[in-house]
């Protein structure tokens, strides 16, 4: 049915799903080389607990810049840190206790310390909920 409307731009998470979403819905539409897919970090998932944390965008856009031709990524451009852009868009108390306590790790997705933070931070609102990073490494 997507094939049959006329599509020019496409607005897409930063999320892996998000683009893998776009990349095999619009494959076969007739203007697939001709559409521009825009990845818009602020139409992510909400964060509420470790598992929302977005894999690293370097290693989405290397794996997705081949199979969406027309791949815009300026509006990462406005990112210091494109490695942890999500934390630049949370509210201003929470934002700034993370980045305040964000160290490097090697051993680590993201060469930080961001699970354990976000973990500490849903503690204090989602304690039903919580999941460790290796949890969610472990289900992957």
């Not at 306590?101 to 060469?111: A, G, M, R, T, V």
């Not at 609102?125 to 992957?140: G, T």
Request: glycine residues 0%; contains cysteine.
């Amino acid at each position: 049915m997507v094939n049959n409307i006329k599509i020019h731009t496409i607005f897409v998470s930063p999320l892996r799903r998000a683009f893998e979403t776009a990349y095999f819905v619009y494959k076969t539409h007739p203007d697939f080389d001709r559409i521009k897919f825009i990845v818009f970090p602020l139409i992510r998932e909400s964060l509420n607990t470790s598992s929302d944390i977005p894999s690293d965008i370097s290693e989405i856009l290397l794996e997705f810049k081949e199979k969406l031709p027309n791949l815009d990524c300026s509006m990462l451009e406005t990112y210091g840190d494109k490695t942890h852009f999500f934390i630049d868009d949370m509210q201003a108390d929470v934002k700034d206790k993370i980045k305040s306590k964000l160290i490097h790790q090697e051993d680590d997705p993201l060469n930080s310390n961001v699970f354990e933070l976000f973990i500490e931070e849903s503690k204090k609102v989602f304690p039903a909920r919580l999941e460790s990073k290796w949890n969610v490494y472990d289900r992957a």
